[in-house]
């Protein structure tokens, strides 16, 4: 803020005299423009919110952090009246407020500017600003495209922001794109915007551009809710920090009295001792896989990492650290730029998925639905999908004697319910669809099984038989990486714990070295 | 009802129940299918009974079906994989050209003329096949582009002339028009000899089931491990040689190889295999529903020619048979909870 004038910024805002009132720049430091209380959402089965309090004043930056599920999305989804809060109340401006709809919030002048840029890439900056708003000409059917170009511009000026209202969306870079969603809430004439993840794709001169953007819509009275797994971002720019963890409001902090260590202790919360930790299983020093290297033309930073046969190495990492995506540069189904992988001490080609499996490493996707099932087949069908040469002759038809005999059996040993192997896998619960895609893989003999997130979407009784799955396919002698968002999930199952942020790999620590705070250092680069 | 609800009782019904009944509820899309074609027949014969004629069923319902069954038999093994094929009428110009050709320039006989007409096919499937999975053309682009290049390119090679070749060799009429069976033409024979290797292919081989698994879930099918783009080509190719089959008959019936026939065939084809309850998104099909669907659309043109409507009035009918069928599975299939 240093150097600028507030006043002068707020009367840039006031173009739209109707919709917003003019107020000195010391009031609005003081004026409440926000405030929610007792907010509470369920999910069937999840608390996503419980009793969560937050508010926020005119020309702040709020803060709100916590892990992976700790409600932070669930939140701005109510505020920006995607979800319907269960309870609870929102002021805004001094009135009790419904927001039912994005429409609504639009309305009201609460506008959120999602991780995933919405916008329509085919479209110039000016159109895209005022989609569904445009400016027509006498007769409400031909559009007045100088109209709308100009106040485009003028928009721009407002804010600052070097964009050309006539340039095509798509040929910007991400941080130019983010300054047209910027523009676009702020079009709206909004108070409230709210900003979701905003830095996650931007580089550090871009970042330092958006801060600028958001110090002059703090000038401006505006109020920012600022959402950001970037730790080390909140001393820059916000005011106060709002840290959730599971589902409730643990407390607000002034960014100015606190430490990042004690908003990552708040945010870990739970004591250490409260964590299962895995009964010990026998140490086994015979490196199966060696990754060496990996990287890839997006995230990935010369990842290297060994996994020891019959041990189960946990991945942790915050969302985007790249933990999918070395998952899928592993077995082939991204690009490699570079790195090495040595199988029991032989070096192996993995171009593709194809290449992965006959090396023996099967991969569960996060999104089973989508990468792992065939949702419209039955059980049978599924369990054998990646072993059909197997249970063919050499003229390609199929044996489907041994076939069923062999699925009758794996889900037996699996204990997958289903009425019988002829069943639709969609009909199947989430934990059982789980099952099946552990039974293609054991059926097709992989040694190594990465499992990406092996309990999303799983009901908390069959996570618990998951997990005995996993150490008993371990204890077996499989070697599994596991990448999972739930750090007690993390440390009740890993022998050891690989940990990811940016891309790079930060460390990997032994479990009885491990602790949720530890991790989290790793995972935030926010180490003591 | 829910959802769930619905999915439970399908599986009681699949535990118990009469063998019949299971049967039935299985293969519900087919046998209504079937019910629908024995109705429509009914329905003309008691309006005409000259229509059951076995001269009007064998010349006139199946031999017209021939040439669009063999190529709504091989579309539907891309149809399966959620593609699609629109160069299968004009590659069947093209492919007869080529054999008129190639018989006439080397003086085969009938049989590697035969030979020649599967090959050719099969080769411009495959084609179809690299331009999907190498360029990663939509396949709806991919084979646009080949059936325009195909109506081309008999145009070219045949120098706009029938190619009048199947007098020269042997036995080549009686291919389609023949008897081994008596009272059954061979290329009806075909027509069912066709459907039955396609019907083992599609159930009962290692390319049959990656059919299924790729129009299932393509992304999930290659993460298994399956070489995807390899086994699309073969199965484009598959449809191809029921192409080059399709061309043989033609040929064989008309007594030449004609340039201009064939563009609007792989429309006909398409309705039959979408008649016989096979979805257009992939995973789902069978050959016996597609013979039906064939029939049914040959049923329907000849019986309203006997009854003395008007071809353009067939046309409109086809296309409202073509609405209710697919209507009438969505909801059936909504009601038996398969798709929500």
Known sequence: ?528 | MSKGNAANATDNELEGGSWISSFVKREIGRVLALGSLVVIFIFFTIMRPVFASWQNVSGGILMSTTVIGLLAIGTTFVIITGGIDLSIGTATALVAIIVGKTVQGLGLNVWAGILVGLIVGGLFGMINGLLITMLRLPPFIATLAMMKAAQGLALIISDMKPVLFTTDVKGWDSIATGNIIPKIPNGVLILFIGAIIAAIILNKTVIGRYTFAIGSNEAATKLSGVKVNKWLIAIYGIGGVYVGMAAVVLTSRLGSARPDLGLGYELEAIAAVIIGGTSLLGGKGTISGTVIGALIMAVLVNGLRILELQQEWQYVITGIVIVIAVWGDNVRRRRSGEVS
């Open chain 1, 1 to 528: 803020m240093a150097g600028r004038n507030p006043g002068h910024n707020a009367l840039l805002f006031v173009r739209d005299l109707s919709s917003s009132t003019l107020v000195s720049g010391d009031e609005m430091a003081t004026t409440q423009l926000l405030s929610l209380t007792g907010v509470s959402k369920e999910f069937p089965g999840v608390k996503a919110l419980d009793n969560v309090h937050f508010d926020l004043n005119r020309g702040e930056v709020h803060a709100i952090v916590g892990e992976n599920g700790a409600g932070k999305s669930t939140l701005m989804k109510i505020l920006s009246g995607i979800y319907k809060k269960d309870a609870g109340n929102i002021n805004y401006q001094g009135k009790q407020v419904n927001v039912s709809s994005p429409f609504e919030a639009q309305k009201l002048g609460i506008s959120i500017i999602h991780q995933e840029l919405n916008l329509m890439p085919d479209l110039t900056v000016a159109q895209n600003i005022f989609i569904g708003r445009e400016d027509r000409r006498k007769g409400r059917v031909f559009l007045n495209n100088a109209k709308l170009n100009n106040a485009a511009r003028e928009l721009l000026v407002e804010l600052e922001l070097a964009l050309d209202p006539k340039a095509i969306v798509g040929g910007l870079t991400i941080a130019k794109q983010q300054m047209v969603e910027i523009a676009k809430a702020v079009s709206y004439r909004g108070e409230v915007i709210i900003m979701d993840e905003p830095t996650s794709s931007l580089t550090p001169a871009e970042t330092e551009s958006l801060f600028k953007i958001i110090r002059t819509l703090k000038a401006a009275g505006k109020g920012v809710v600022y959402i950001s797994h970037r730790l080390e971002e909140l001393n820059k720019i916000t005011d106060r920090i709002t840290v959730l963890r599971d589902g409730e409001y643990v407390k607000t902090l002034n960014t100015a009295e606190t430490s990042i260590s004690e908003v990552i202790s708040l945010m870990v919360g739970r004591k250490v001792d409260q964590d299962q930790r895995p009964d010990l299983r026998p140490h086994n020093n015979e490196i199966v896989l060696s990754v060496e290297g990996i990287s890839d033309q997006h995230l990935l930073r010369d990842v290297s990492f060994d996994l020891r046969k019959g041990e189960i190495l946990g991945f942790a990492g915050l969302m985007g650290a790249g933990r999918t995506e070395l998952a899928r540069a592993l077995i082939g189904a991204n690009q490699k730029t570079a790195g090495k992988v040595t199988l029991r001490g032989k070096e192996v080609k993995i171009n593709n998925p194809s290449d992965a499996v006959k090396a023996g490493i099967g991969y569960l996707s996060e999104d089973r639905k989508k990468y792992g099932l065939l949702l419209i087949q039955n059980v049978t069908f599924n369990t054998i999908l990646s072993s059909i040469p197997a249970f063919s002759n050499k003229f390609g038809f199929l044996k489907t004697k041994p076939a069923g005999a062999l699925v009758r059996e794996a889900i037996k040993q699996l204990s997958i319910r289903t009425p019988s192997e002829n069943q639709y896998v969609k009909n199947l619960s989430g934990g059982n669809q789980q099952k099946v895609v552990i039974a293609k893989w054991l059926t097709r003999d992989c040694d190594i099984l990465i499992f990406d997130e092996p309990t999303r979407g799983i009901d908390v009784g069959a996570k618990d038989e998951i997990y005995k799955l996993l150490t008993k396919l371990a204890s077996e002698g499989k070697s599994i990486i596991m990448i999972s968002s739930e750090l007690p999930e993390i440390l009740r199952m890993s022998d050891r714990i690989a940990v990811m942020c940016e891309g790079k790999l930060t460390g990997i620590i032994d479990n009885k070295d491990a602790d949720q705070n530890k991790i989290m250092q790793y995972a935030t680069k926010f180490r003591d």
